[in-house]
């Protein structure tokens, strides 16, 4: 009977908005996570602040209302179906720089991980007009110029920009192709490594129109298949450059608006990426450019109208250098702001336009991790750190001069900040691995506390109600001397006489850390879930993760999964010392690149794994694509020992315990080629496993009711066989 309670409330709160969460858990079921998400804590979502910095602005049922920041009292409605005189339900917003305008989008359909394809429409709010911003349904990449009079947009892989005054339309490219010419969009490996959809900015004075051309006509296509209940399957086919392969072309061109005339920016390089433009404050164009191995960077600046560049800044590191946004142009004051690597930890530096550096902004034995901004009111610069230890992070402001440091949010656990425009208030959440997030309002100067906006009190409820086990940081040191960090998870009714089967959860990527003091959402409670069921929970970050310098981030280099695996059987051989843990009866979990440590763990680390569960993993470094797999083990050719020592169907004849395989059929960043080859290994060798596939599902396996049934099943497979 509390079953089928518990099932109708559930219903309850999935069917009814704004319903109370459920509080006075009888116990954790993975109907409740996975399916109902009730367990699922309040998000400041669609936040937006105002010009005043006094006010917010943030979607509300499609609609966009205005809130003021100290009271959280609603101020009036922007914009909403009673001002379009027709039902639109707005996806997402954009204000003109003096919010007179607002271009938004509804009907969005998703491409890839970040891409999307949706209507377009600008409401000018002083003549409570619209105008459709594009003729055909299904634009990308709608962008509103400095001042407001323009609105850029990609169509069919051409760029287009349209006058907000007069609705002119005018086609900047003609040559866009699917699978051929990309103008002002991305192609997928650079939406899915460098960040970016949009490929196209506008000048400050929107006098011109930079944009990025990828020629991909000759890159290898790659084909999914989708099955819709036809007599066919139907197929996607896209671009996709693997190891070694042909990455697209790339150029830069530059449109003027009152001529109308393009020109392309020439650079002497071959087989080089160019992730970034950008504009100066008085209309140079930036250009990032990359060579292949990723391990030089240098920062362009350009005149629009000649084409004639000159070099900026370069950064050359003995490794690879992480692609960042932080990059600041102070006008007031001839200069810009940088983060590097070049000191062996991440910081803030201070150049003048000449590239000449004026002064580190950041110094010590720690890692910048966020860059929030430059207030040039204040001359300070607001950031986030990793200072006081690995598994924290704080927020912290210096002085442009040098000097100053500040904590500004410096409570045990993670601070993130949201700064107004003004930097008058921010928003900061806090959270703990055992508390979940707060948002709360702060007023800059005094750092005084204005208002808690969403506390998620009721998780603490849910805690308390059922009694639930902490999480718990260690650290241990290796056989080769290396300190490691790490959480665990016990039963609530822990007892050291008693012996306890244990589930590990990595990720283990390049400045990946999943040991932090955050929360961690579904899998807190998943963990919980386990850890009721007598399991001890643990997660160690191993080499190559982040918050520990570039030196122990990076020496994974050319030999990805070589270190991490190590570290992983390292910490199954601790564990297995303690005299509460059943050394028999040690598993592995992980997903995408944890799934691939996952595999070598229980291949390389037969004799401390008894079970292994992997989804959505790369099995063999060959069959990724070029910018990630390239920038930390270039080519195969390069590299033959890295890739050859680290592929697991090289191991395969290795495999003892029990083994779960998964992978959804639609992955467009992880191919099902990795599950189908690694197979092909295990059948080869007469190895038992158990496979699971998700047709129409991507990395993430959310489509639909896939991501519960993926989890019964990995917690049938668990209670099974561990």
């Keep these: 009977m509390k079953q089928i309670l518990f099932l109708i409330l559930a219903l309850v709160l999935v069917f009814k908005p704004n319903s109370e969460p459920l509080i006075g858990q009888t116990d954790i079921t993975l109907e409740g996570l996975w399916r109902f998400g009730i367990f699922n804590t309040e998000r400041v979502a669609g936040f937006e602040f105002m010009n005043d910095g006094r006010h917010y ?56 991980r970040r891409s999307y394809f949706a209507d377009y429409y600008l409401w000018d709010r002083e003549e409570e007009s619209l105008l459709k911003i594009g003729e055909e349904d299904g634009q990308m990449n709608g962008h509103l110029s400095p001042g407001g009079e323009w609105v850029g947009f990609v169509y069919d892989n051409d760029l287009y920009y349209r006058n907000t ?19 002002g969009a991305s192609d997928w490996v650079y939406e899915e490594e460098f960040y970016i959809t949009r490929t196209f900015e506008w000048s400050p004075g929107a006098n011109y129109l930079a944009w990025l051309k990828f020629d991909e006509s000759h890159v290898k296509e790659f084909t999914m298949t989708d099955y819709r209940n036809g007599t066919y399957p139907e197929y996607t086919t896209f671009k996709y450059p693997k190891v070694g392969e042909e990455n697209s072309l790339v150029s830069v061109w530059v449109h003027e608006l009152q001529s109308g005339k393009d020109i392309e920016l020439k650079f002497d390089m071959e087989d080089f990426y160019i992730p970034r433009i950008h504009w100066t404050p008085d209309e140079q164009l930036v250009v990032f450019t990359m060579n292949r191995h990723q391990n030089e960077l240098t920062i362009w600046l350009a005149d629009p109208e000649s084409g004639k560049k000159k070099k900026l800044l370069k950064e050359i590191n003995p490794y690879y250098i992480n692609l960042h946004d932080n990059l600041s142009f102070l006008s007031e004051r001839n200069e810009f702001i940088w983060t590097s690597e070049k000191s062996g930890y991440n910081h803030i530096y201070l150049y003048d336009m000449e590239g000449n550096l004026l002064r580190q902004l950041t110094n010590g034995a720690y890692d910048v991790t966020d860059f929030y901004g430059v207030d040039p009111e204040r001359e300070l610069v607001f950031f986030q750190a990793a200072a006081a230890n690995p598994l924290n992070r704080e927020v912290y402001s210096v002085s442009l001069d040098g000097g100053g440091l500040s904590g500004i949010a410096v409570e045990e656990g993670v601070n993130r900040a949201n700064f107004s425009s003004t930097f008058d208030y921010y928003i900061l959440e806090h959270s703990t691995a055992n508390r979940a997030p707060r948002h709360i309002v702060y007023e800059t100067d005094s750092n005084e506390k204005v208002r808690l906006i969403e506390g998620n009190e009721f998780i603490g409820e849910i805690q308390e109600d059922l009694k639930l086990s902490p999480v718990e940081f260690f650290s241990f040191t290796t056989s080769e001397d290396v300190e490691l960090n790490g959480y665990t998870i016990l039963p609530p009714d822990f007892d050291e006489s008693h012996e306890y089967p244990v589930l590990m959860y990595q990720y283990s990527g390049p400045n990946s850390q999943h040991a932090i003091n955050s929360w961690r959402g579904e899998y807190y409670w998943w963990f919980q879930l386990l850890a009721r069921k007598g399991y001890v929970i643990v997660c160690v970050d191993g080499r190559g993760t982040g918050a520990r310098g570039q030196e122990f981030r990076k020496m994974t280099y050319l030999n990805l999964g070589h270190y991490e695996t190590i570290d992983q059987i390292e910490t199954a051989k601790y564990l297995a010392g303690k005299p509460y843990i059943d050394s028999d009866r040690i598993g592995i979990f992980g997903w995408s690149y944890g799934a691939y440590i996952s595999i070598l763990s229980i291949l390389k680390g037969a004799d401390v794994f008894s079970a292994s569960i992997a989804v959505a993993p790369v099995t063999d470094w060959r069959w990724y694509d070029t910018i990630y797999t390239e920038r930390y083990m270039r080519t195969y050719e390069e590299n033959r020992e890295g890739y050859t020592r680290n592929s697991a169907l090289h191991f395969a004849h290795q495999l003892e315990g029990d083994f779960l395989l998964v992978h959804g059929l639609a992955d467009d960043n992880v191919h099902f080629q990795h599950t189908a080859e690694l197979v092909r290994m295990l059948n080869f060798e007469n190895k038992h496993y158990d496979l699971y596939i998700y047709p129409n599902n991507n990395h993430a396996i959310r489509s639909g009711s896939a991501r519960y049934h993926l989890f019964t099943k990995i917690t049938d497979f668990i209670t099974t066989n561990l």
């Design 165 to 183: 005054k007069t609705a002119e339309l005018t086609r900047v490219t003609q040559d866009g192709k699917r699978n051929e010419i990309i103008n």
């Design 57 to 112: 602005s943030r979607l509300v049922h499609g609609e966009i209302k205005m809130f003021d920041i100290e009271t959280a009292e609603w101020v009036s409605d922007i914009l909403t179906s009673d001002h379009l005189g027709q039902e639109i339900e707005i996806d997402g917003y954009y204000f003109s720089e003096d919010e007179s305008q607002i271009l938004f989008y509804t009907n969005r359909v998703s491409q890839y």
